[in-house]
């Protein structure tokens, strides 16, 4: 079955880091674009990161030079890592593969 599934998120407080995971099942990730987005509560869903099958990235204005995307093809997966983290960036974090597949989602919190 065609699949995402995030992971890693939690309870970080401000300044911290986190690295979230995005394993993909029933196809091969290395051939799609795929790209991160996240939305709290009452806000609309906001672009955070893509990268690209020859693995050019780009990143949303909010959280330029301090997140990452990456990908590891051995294993299927998509991260994000998230450096420098601020109360704004609480959230769900959702993996997509462009056009069109959606993660569940895993839950950030940063707070003291």
């Known amino acids: 079955q065609v699949q995402l599934v995030e992971s890693g998120g939690g309870l970080v407080q401000p300044v911290g880091s986190l690295r979230l995971s995005c394993a993909a099942s029933?196809?091969?990730?290395?051939?799609?674009?795929m790209s991160w987005y996240r939305q709290a509560p009452g806000k609309e869903r906001e672009f955070v990161a893509v990268?690209?099958?020859?693995?050019?990235?780009d990143y949303g204005d909010s959280v330029k030079g301090r997140f990452t995307i990456s990908r590891d093809n051995a294993k299927n997966t998509v991260y994000l890592q998230m450096n420098s983290l601020k109360p704004e960036d609480t959230a769900v974090y959702y993996c997509r593969r462009v056009a069109d597949l959606w993660g569940q989602g895993t839950q950030v919190t940063v707070s003291e």
């Open positions: 990268i690209s099958r020859r693995g050019s990235t």
């Open positions: 029933g196809f091969t990730l290395s051939t799609y674009v």
